[in-house]
Nanobody, 126 residues
Framework: VQLQASGGGLVQAGGSLRLSCAAS????????MGWFRQAPGKEREFVAA????????YYADSAKGRFTISRDNAKNTGYLQMNVLKPEDAAVYYC????????????????????WGQGTLVTVSS
């Protein structure tokens, strides 16, 4: 499976961006798609995840109420709609996918994901 993330850019605080993650290859093996982010000097952190077949979602506390993860199975593409962006949301955002049926907090652990995109940069100006 190959993942291609896009949609990052520069936005003012309070603005919105929609990230996309296009999957190709053996996409039938994907159970869950997730988004992680990494700011300079910080560890990679979980943002949100979605179960590919059922649309069940899971969010980090920092994303709840502002971000929405979704997917379009016909297009093999996942999305992360980010609203009311804050300067602290600035980071490189990575999409990831796993062959595993994750439950509970396992959704938020990066080592549970088998495939990773290249990352897309989100910059938020104050």
């Amino acid at each position: 499976v190959q993942l291609q993330a896009s949609g990052g850019g520069l936005v003012q605080a309070g603005g919105s961006l929609r990230l996309s993650c296009a999957a190709s290859g053996r996409t039938s093996s994907i159970y869950t798609m997730g988004w992680f982010r990494q700011a300079p000097g910080k560890e990679r952190e979980f943002v949100a995840a979605i179960r590919w077949s059922s649309s069940v979602t899971y969010y980090a506390d920092s994303a709840k109420g502002r971000f929405t993860i979704s997917r379009d199975n016909a297009k093999n593409t996942g999305y992360l709609q980010m609203n009311v962006l804050k300067p602290e949301d600035a980071a490189v955002y990575y999409c990831a996918a796993t062959r595993s049926l994750l439950t509970g907090s396992a959704w938020s652990i990066s080592r549970n994901y088998h495939y990773w995109g290249q990352g897309t940069l989100v910059t938020v100006s104050s």
